[in-house]
């Protein structure tokens, strides 16, 4: 008997033995908690778990810097830098008092995996610059009337004839412009009426006013502020826009055509002033003399975010990371 237990003893060997570990890794491989399967599935949820915490703490830290206008970059972002920008100088911020973000950013992020660099700077710009052109399309569409689609969406294709023609903001054609303008302006039985002026503003549109039309438009206007003047439906309102809802609803945008051409132009000249005016306003500040390298691609995403502020602040890290 004791010369089988010595045999069993040197087939089976002892607790340290060869055989011994290969049973255990078996009935590890066979256990399912243990599984080779079960282990990667287990790191992959976890990689994309510290992913997902890495990329919210650059959008939060992008989010932050785009919403005052500030620049991301910094002109040495090497790891011995004293300053490595605004951007990674607030991701360094975050670590420092986060223990969370700290477990999974710079050094102990995957080497390639990071979201430190320029690229990834500029592609969470872009992100939130095109989802809130997506999200402010929506908003738009929701309440779409036709009012709204004959003041905007009608003619979109004068709007940017006009950016095209206004070069310069201050010069002394877009004031003449505007004095031009103001003599549509139906207040007081339409005081500020001035023919002469009026077919001035036509000369500035020859792509809308041939030789031809601007005869015709002389004698429109001749009876047009003779007919306004006498209907009661045009007595007391105020404003051009007024003014063109009127002439709809009352069909004499019809009688009157190439007058009401002039106030459409008119209507659209306010709108392509002031866009560009907060255009330039907010390029100042987004492209600074410090930022003057700055890429036209960049410059026109930090703009949008930075100019629509009031849609960017709605915009939740989740659907940057999805456009991302």
């Not at 023919?195 to 009876?223: N, T």
């Amino acid at each position: 008997m004791k010369k089988k237990e010595e045999r069993f003893d040197l087939h089976i060997g002892k607790s340290n033995s060869s055989h011994n570990a290969a049973r255990i890794k078996c009935e590890n491989l066979i256990n399912e908690k243990q599984s080779i399967m079960t282990l990667l599935s287990e790191q992959t949820v976890k990689s994309q778990s510290d992913y997902r915490t890495r990329l919210n703490a650059s959008i939060e830290c992008a989010r932050f810097l785009l919403h005052q206008g500030l620049p991301l970059r910094g002109h040495d972002e090497c790891e011995c830098s004293s300053n490595q920008g605004n951007y990674l100088e607030l991701l360094h911020f975050l670590s420092r008092n986060n223990k969370a973000i700290k477990r999974v950013t710079f050094s102990e992020a995957p080497r390639h995996n990071k979201l430190t660099s320029i690229d990834i700077q500029k592609d969470i710009t872009q992100a939130a610059a095109e989802h809130k052109l997506c999200g402010r399309l929506r908003r738009k569409s929701q309440g779409i009337t036709n009012l709204h689609h004959f003041r905007y969406e009608l003619f979109n294709n004068i709007i940017d004839m006009q950016l095209t023609e206004l070069d310069d903001r201050f010069t002394e054609t877009s004031i003449e412009l505007l004095l031009c303008m103001a003599c549509l302006n139906p207040s007081d039985s339409f005081s500020a009426f001035n023919k002469k002026k009026l077919l001035r503003l036509a000369l500035f549109y020859p792509s809308e006013f041939s030789i031809v039309d601007l005869m015709v438009l002389g004698d429109q206007l001749d009876k047009y502020i003779i007919d306004l003047r006498g209907d009661d439906e045009f007595s007391g309102i105020e404003g051009i826009a007024s003014l063109a809802e009127k002439m709809v609803k009352t069909k004499k945008n019809l009688i009157f055509p190439l007058v009401y051409m002039l106030i459409k132009l008119s209507l659209l000249l306010l709108v392509a002033t002031t866009t560009v005016e907060r255009v330039f306003s907010a390029m100042h500040i987004v492209k600074s003399r410090l930022r003057n390298r700055m890429g036209d691609k960049w410059m026109n995403d930090s703009l949008i975010v930075y100019i629509e502020k009031d849609i960017f602040d709605k915009i939740d890290n989740e659907a940057i990371m999805k456009r991302f």
